[in-house]
Nanobody, 115 residues
Framework: QVQLVESGGGLVQAGGSLRLSCAAS????????MAWYHQAPGKQRELVAV???????NYADSVKGRFTISRDNARKTVYLQMNSLNPEDTGVYYC?????????WGQGTQVTVSS
């Protein structure tokens, strides 16, 4: 079992930046894939960024060049650096750890981008 706690969300003007953090309750070495998802108001949750244990990353087209996912195994934390934010980035952001048997989710952190 692992508990995930996201933080770093908030209200920001268009063009601004935020850094989201997802802190795990135990070591994250065993997780091969960690990801961030975005759920806009009234829409389904969508994959935003993925990072593997080896550090390989992949991004949704809508955030390429603006968002960066990273992981710090020593701090048991995954980050999402979000730059050049726009109102379409508004929503709840969830971190996701893909275990061998099941996935783990955080409670989400709200990001609101004003125009």
């Amino acid at each position: 079992q692992v508990q995930l706690v996201e933080s770093g969300g908030g209200l920001v003007q268009a063009g601004g930046s935020l850094r989201l953090s997802c802190a795990a309750s135990r070591s994250i070495f065993s997780f091969n894939v960690m990801a961030w998802y975005h759920q806009a108001p009234g829409k389904q949750r969508e994959l935003v960024a993925v990072i593997s244990s080896g550090g390989s990353t992949n991004y949704a087209d809508s955030v390429k060049g603006r968002f960066t996912i990273s992981r710090d195994n020593a701090r048991k934390t995954v980050y999402l650096q979000m730059n050049s934010l726009n109102p379409e980035d508004t929503g709840v952001y969830y971190c996701n750890f893909r275990g061998v048997i099941r996935d783990y989710w955080g409670q989400g952190t709200q990001v609101t981008v004003s125009s």
